[in-house]
């Protein structure tokens, strides 16, 4: 599996949202890890619930900070639907290989990254 790696035109220039990206990209490699070794089982649902618990974790707290810097309301309830959708998608695909869900969740964590949670620094800026 295709490892995600952390580069410096990712970050949000945020505390702690760039930690908490770092580690989502952490946790996914250490899935992709498992995939590789073929390790199965509880290995694989360990990950799993620890990549769903801790994008939960995330997702709160990404949240406050756009309720803190006022976010605009219509991009705001956009945001949080793109939250409940991933973590649905992951609840659905949890069920089918891991290397499905993974190839899910590579491709919504950088689109998300580069493309939703960016729109958040120009509110950010003095």
Known sequence: MKRLEWIPQLAMDVEPIDSQHQFLFELYNRACDAVDRDEGGLTQEALLQELFAYAE???TAE???LASIHYPEP???????????????LEHLKTRPLWELLDY???WLLRHVMSEDFKIKAYLKP
């Open 105 to 107: 969740v590579q491709e």
């Open 57 to 59: 974790y995330h997702f």
């Open 63 to 65: 949240e406050a900070l």
């Open 75 to 89: 991009e705001l309830k956009h945001h949080k639907q793109e939250h409940r959708d991933f973590l649905h998608q």
